[in-house]
């Protein structure tokens, strides 16, 4: 909604990790990327769960997602659920959630809802 969307452009780091300590849904755009890749990078903060949805992202989805596994990657230890949402993804998408799946030795669950991904990327998913 718009109302979501407006919130989501204002919010602060602050706001947008005490949002992520809560593990409350975090609607991705292009002004919080930045700052949420940065939330998740820092080693001084406990993530545990995570909720993304992708509906506001207007530039490459396929390139954020492919950013997120990245940096969720450096949390291998502690993170136990994610959630992605509405997100657009390609081959190097797949790639690099599975291989944030097989390093992640604390998850528990990998949830993606109503992501569209291309052929030959659910032909790895299956394959992984």
């Known amino acids: ?34 700052l949420l890749l940065r939330i998740i990078c820092d080693p001084n903060r406990i993530i545990k769960r995570v909720k993304f949805y992708g509906e506001h992202l ?15 990657k450096s949390r291998s230890s502690q993170l136990q659920e994610v959630y992605l949402e509405n997100f657009k993804i390609n081959n190097e998408g ?22 569209k991904i291309d052929d030959a990327g659910a032909f790895l998913m299956a394959e992984s």
């Open 58 to 72: 207007t530039s490459d989805q396929t390139n954020a997602v492919v950013d997120l596994a990245g940096a969720l």
């Open 1 to 34: 909604s718009a109302a979501h969307e407006n919130h989501s452009q204002q919010e602060t780091m602050e706001e947008l990790s005490e949002r992520i300590q809560k593990h409350q849904a975090i609607y991705l755009n292009t002004r919080n990327l930045d």
């Open 94 to 115: 797949v790639n690099a959630i599975s291989s944030f799946v097989k390093t992640t030795s604390s998850l528990c669950g990998l949830y993606l809802g109503h992501c």
